[in-house]
């Protein structure tokens, strides 16, 4: 396990920058005549395949189904002349822009225009770009659930004689790949005032900057070190933390237990669905400070929008790495590994450990762990000291 998670860091730490410069390349706006082409080629791609079965779908459309995936196409037998109106991508076909499923979300971002570069939106969407005018304009937009994106579209919307052709490019993302690729509506013919209202929505969108993407890359000198920032997150700072601004931001705890220690003061537990915070007392009773904080759950956010379930590399991108040398059990992402700051890999028999530190100006040092099975980060705990 050691010697494999080593290798695994080894390998990520000497990747080439160069795909991350790729991604600066403006790409050109999304067409109406290059889904066509596309679809087209996917077309003869399953009229040549021995393998193709032509069948109807549920709703009454004719699918062509090739080991590229599956086609919605205008007639209920595949020939030369069928028109193929949609597409659901299987793993091995390329997708628009070069793309495939498997490609990380970074290289999809990269693959289009994209005028909003920090991801800026809500916790749940972001509007990329609005562009072009009649006949044909275009535009792309995300969801996501905080800093984990799921879904990235980017839609043509086609003038006609009698109303506007919506399609385009829906791609499903999950733990930073794409999973899943369709082209959709290639003869969905909508309203104009319809088509618009959707336009003025994204554009609408552009207007928020509620909350962002946090940064990541793999090379670790473009990355800022743990900071007094990042103590900032889920709506408390953990060092101005209290119990009463715990209760305001996560609601009633389910558990609220005090506990008198060798030294008269008090601790004071309180637990949430998927966090602990532990609070220091005097033998008064009056609030000292905060001790430490623990997420279990995936559904609070810690610094830099980091939540359980993330993987290890995902994590590791957020923050500065790269700078250190070896240690004996472990690497050094930056720092020495013994004076703060500094931030740590350590390898053990089943968990690997990240350990971020920051020297406050009293002589305290807050000490972030995070503890990853199987390359998924398990729980992240904060310390005061």
Not at 109 to 138: F, I, Q
Not at 174 to 191: A, K, P
Not at 269 to 295: C, G, H, M, P
Not at 332 to 348: E, F, M, Q, R, T
């Amino acid at each position: 396990m050691k010697k494999l998670m080593a290798l695994f860091l080894t390998i990520m730490l000497l990747i080439s920058g160069a795909a991350a410069e790729s991604m600066v390349e403006e790409s050109a706006n999304l067409t109406y005549e290059e889904l066509e082409i596309y679809l087209a080629q996917l077309g003869k791609a399953a009229l040549e395949s021995k393998e193709t079965v032509v069948s109807t779908s549920e709703e009454g459309l004719a699918e062509a189904t090739f080991p590229g995936g599956v086609l919605g196409i205008s007639d209920e037998v595949l020939k030369e002349t069928t028109v193929v109106l949609s597409a659901v991508l299987n793993q091995d076909q390329p997708c628009p822009r070069g793309l495939k499923i498997g490609d990380s979300v970074e290289a999809l971002l990269a693959a289009y225009p994209n005028d909003n570069a920090s991801l800026a939106g809500t916790y749940y969407d972001a509007a990329l770009y609005v562009a072009g005018d009649k006949p044909e304009m275009t535009a792309g937009w995300l969801l996501r659930d905080g800093q984990r994106i799921t879904e990235v579209v980017h839609n043509v919307y086609a003038w006609q004689a009698d109303g506007v052709i919506v399609c385009g490019v829906r791609y499903q993302v999950e733990l930073g790949v794409i999973t899943g690729v369709e082209v959709f509506g290639m003869s969905d013919l909508t309203e104009e005032s319809e088509a618009m209202t959707q336009i003025d929505e994204v554009a609408s969108m552009q207007e928020i900057q509620e909350y962002f993407m946090h940064p990541k890359s793999e090379i670790g000198s473009e990355l800022a070190i743990f900071s007094r920032e990042d103590l900032v997150f889920a709506d408390m700072d953990f060092l101005d933390l209290t119990a009463e601004m715990a209760t305001e931001a996560l609601g009633s705890a389910q558990v609220d237990q005090w506990t008198e220690d060798s030294t008269g003061e008090y601790l004071r537990l309180k637990q949430w669905e998927d966090i602990s915070i532990l609070f220091v007392y005097d033998a008064n009773k009056q609030f000292v400070r905060v001790d430490s904080l623990t997420i279990n759950g995936e559904n609070v956010e810690g610094p830099r929008g980091v939540r359980v379930d993330d993987l290890m590399e995902d994590v590791m991108y957020r923050f500065r790495h790269g700078e250190g040398g070896s240690l004996e059990n472990g690497v050094a992402l930056y720092g020495d590994g013994k004076n703060a700051p500094y931030g740590v890999i350590n390898y053990g028999d089943e968990t690997v450990t990240i350990t971020y530190t920051l020297a406050l100006d009293d002589d305290q040092t807050v000490i972030w762990h995070l503890t990853f099975v199987e390359n998924m980060l398990q729980s992240m705990n904060m310390l005061l000291r």
